[in-house]
């Protein structure tokens, strides 16, 4: 864990900090507007699983307020157009997800147990996992979840943080969930920041 402590360091100490801070301030400036801004991010986690994050980032861009009115037939359309992946069961969730998008910021605000918070999302939006549950806490500004990819699981493998789990399951998500709070105490970060850190160590980016 030690020199992912220190290449966590580094780049803390570098211009990437101001770009990661922003980034962050952005997310926590969503969680205050509208339930239908929201939405749309929801639906924008809902493109990322098993997706290119910049091909999603356009598609979301693309599509707009599409989420939000077209039917599910043109929605469908032009997710396919844009480029999205499995654009016809994505197109499918997202239009049965639509029952929340007025309702959506309240719901996750009643909740005052964050463990609870993603449950309800994975187990009332389709196409939900826990990451995509954590990665769109992490956009509308909550900070205590750890987004899980291949890309987060790459970075901690190298640096023998953990090892390389066969699946990525309930079980092995919470414990590798674990294993990133323990870096983020070191390194004094929330989880939100831990990500867009080890994402910039994998990729040299920094996304959403």
């Excluded at 999205?84 to 499918?92: D, V």
């Excluded at 899980?148 to 493998?157: K, Q, S, W």
Aim: proline fraction near 0%; aromatic fraction near 10%.
């Amino acid at each position: 864990m030690r020199g992912l402590l220190k290449e966590i360091d580094k780049v803390k100490e570098s211009s990437v900090q101001k770009k990661i801070n922003s980034r962050i301030k952005e997310f926590k400036s969503l969680r205050r507007k509208k339930s239908q801004d929201i939405f749309k991010e929801l639906c924008f986690c809902i493109l990322t699983a098993n997706s290119n994050a910049e091909r999603c980032i356009d598609v979301h861009c693309n599509v707009g307020d599409g989420f939000l009115n077209l039917s599910r037939a043109k929605l469908k359309n032009k997710l396919k157009e844009c480029g999205a992946r499995f654009h016809t069961k994505r197109a499918g969730y997202i239009y049965e997800s639509r029952r929340y998008k007025d309702t959506l910021k309240d719901v996750l605000k009643h909740f005052k147990d964050e463990h609870k918070r993603r449950e309800w999302l994975v187990k009332n939006v389709k196409g939900i996992g826990y990451k995509e549950a954590s990665h769109f806490l992490r956009n509308i500004g909550y900070s205590n979840y750890a987004i899980i990819d291949f890309h987060i699981i790459d970075v901690l493998a190298k640096y023998r943080v953990i090892k390389r789990p066969q699946k990525l399951n309930k079980k092995s998500y919470f414990r590798i969930e674990k294993k990133l709070k323990d870096v983020a105490e070191k390194v004094k970060l929330n989880l939100d920041e831990l990500d867009l850190y080890l994402w910039y160590l994998e990729t040299g980016k920094v996304l959403k």
